[in-house]
């Protein structure tokens, strides 16, 4: 059955601390692994796609990256303004499939 | 003005009422779908609509029904729901549904139904 699965759910980091976020994904036929952020009361915002293993790409404080069976989502040196939720999706075919996403809090 | 648009934000209903949520996109794009998202669980497909095809999740009780009148416009009308479809109701639209370019999100309509 195809799965999203990211990790941590939660995840409280003091200012500065780096970390990553994990999205572990078991579909296939794999057209693009999708990453966004959502602020609470809010619509996801896109950040990242990804195509194929190997990738990166790099946005501010985020870089994202992909391999064969998942993802990351590296947070250097966070700020506040960083906590949010990051829900990581796949596309397999016309289906696509999210995860139920990371909450981050960034403590200053 | 851009990006994709929902209206309204909120919205309170009682069990017996009738209301509808609109959403409105500017970028040109040929399929839009309907997400609700619920606490802890991942977003879930209600229907989509593109040039194509209009697919609807089986699942979706018939007290939702979508209206998509042309490319840029989406409805979704609500009528005798549960306290259970409170949730926050999303809009999205994409280029199309295969090429593996995403999805742009409305803010999205928060739905609480008493």
């Known amino acids: 059955e195809d799965q999203v699965t990211q990790s941590p759910e939660a995840l409280r980091l003091q200012e500065g601390e780096s970390s990553s976020l994990n999205c572990s994904y078991t579909v296939s036929g794999l057209r693009g692994l999708f990453w966004y952020r959502q602020d609470p009361g809010k619509g996801p915002e896109f950040l990242f796609t990804?195509?194929?293993a190997g990738e990166e790409k790099e946005k501010e404080r985020l870089k994202a990256t992909l391999t064969k069976k998942e993802s990351f989502l590296h947070i250097t040196a966070p700020k506040p303004e960083d906590s949010a939720t990051y829900l990581c999706?796949?596309?397999?075919?016309?289906?696509?499939?999210f995860g139920t996403g990371t909450s981050l809090t960034v403590i200053p | 003005e851009t990006g994709v648009t929902q209206t309204p934000r909120h919205l309170v209903m009682g069990m017996t009422n009738k209301k509808s949520l609109k959403c409105e996109q500017h970028l040109g794009h040929n399929a839009m779908y309907w997400y609700k998202q619920s606490a802890k669980k991942p977003l879930e497909l209600m229907f989509v609509?593109?040039?194509?095809?209009?697919?609807e999740n089986n699942s979706v009780p018939s007290r939702f029904s979508p209206e998509c009148p042309n490319s840029s416009h989406l409805f979704l009308h609500l009528h005798t729901l549960q306290p259970e479809d409170s949730a926050l109701y999303l809009c999205a639209s994409s280029q199309d549904r295969g090429r593996g370019l995403g999805y742009t999100f409305g803010s999205g309509t928060r739905l609480t139904v008493v």
């Open positions: 990804l195509y194929s």
């Open positions: 999706a796949v596309q397999a075919g016309n289906q696509f499939y």
């Open positions: 609509y593109s040039l194509e095809e209009r697919v």
